[in-house]
């Protein structure tokens, strides 16, 4: 996957799409790579003292 394409897929995680949702939409990529581009990005996301997270779409 190159690095346009990681760019799009983390763009849609960003809008809250769901893992299996992502699985669905790129079937051409491999599952490992969507996995672990959901996953950094929700690592990467705040968590406030009450354990929520904020998430905003600006569309």
Partial sequence: MNKK???TV??????GMELETLYT???DFSKEEIAEIYN?????QPVYADGHTMSINCS
Avoid: G, I, L
């Fill in 25 to 27: 939409c790129f079937p």
């Fill in 40 to 44: 950094n990005y929700k690592d990467n």
């Fill in 5 to 7: 394409d990681q760019m």
């Fill in 10 to 15: 983390e763009n849609f995680v960003s809008t």
